[in-house]
């Protein structure tokens, strides 16, 4: 079993939909949890970064973890066709500069 | 204020030829990562610098990769004697201590 699990996609919905990005993790040791945004042939851009379980929110961008189920998701309201990107969950075990562990990514689409 | 800063963006060899990839952090920061990406994959670590010091050198293959981050300027990525499988997207990151990643745009090997 992979240590990060995350649905490739392709999704596709609607301008103005709520879009539902989720990744399953297997190590119960991952403390810290991120989600990254990538263009094409561009690098990753961090959008949101929580600590253990809970939720965040900044802007149209909404972080939850729930560690008890292994389970992160995304959720982006009144998504744009600027939101059509590659997102990638990402996370780390404890404090400290400890490398991060990556999901696939999941390709979304935002259609006009 | 400068981002990560990667250079080659595209770099062609030919097997057997080395290839060298640069990356300077953004300002202040003293710790550095390296990924590799290929296509319909997510983001697997490599190794993990500070200045003048590998922290963590488990995801590089023990032959023909090597990196460092000496005391004054950028970190090298080096790959001896190239072959087509390591054809694929090689991003630096770098932090502060504690903190989440900046990624660099990557630097895009093709070998021929």
């Known amino acids: 079993q992979k240590e990060v699990e995350q649905d490739p996609g392709p999704l596709s919905v609607p301008e103005g939909a709520i879009v539902s990005l989720n990744c399953t993790y297997s190590?119960?040791?991952?403390?810290?949890f991120m989600w990254y945004r990538q263009y094409s042939r561009k690098g990753p851009e961090l959008l949101m970064y929580?600590?253990?379980?809970g939720n965040k929110e900044d802007g149209r961008f909404t972080a939850q973890v729930d560690k008890s189920s292994k389970y992160i998701s995304l959720f982006i309201r009144d998504s744009q066709p600027s939101d059509s990107a590659t997102y990638l969950c990402a996370m780390r075990k404890g404090a400290g500069n400890t490398p991060l562990v990556f999901g696939k990514g999941t390709r979304l689409s935002v259609i006009a | 204020n400068a981002g990560v800063m990667q250079n080659p963006r595209h770099l062609v060899r030919r097997r057997g030829q080395e290839a060298r990839l640069r990356c300077s952090p953004v300002k202040g920061h003293s710790h550095v990562y390296w990924y590799r990406q290929l296509p319909e994959e997510g983001l697997k670590f490599m190794v993990y610098l500070q200045k003048e010091n590998i922290i963590d050198e488990s995801g590089m293959p023990k032959e023909r990769f090597s990196a460092e981050f000496p005391k004054e300027g950028p970190s090298i990525l080096r790959i001896q004697q190239v072959v087509r499988g390591d054809s694929a997207a090689y991003f630096c990151a770098s932090s502060p201590p504690n903190s989440p990643l900046h990624f660099g745009n990557g630097t895009r090997l093709t070998v021929t």
């Open positions: 190590n119960s040791a991952f403390q810290y």
């Open positions: 929580t600590y253990s379980s």
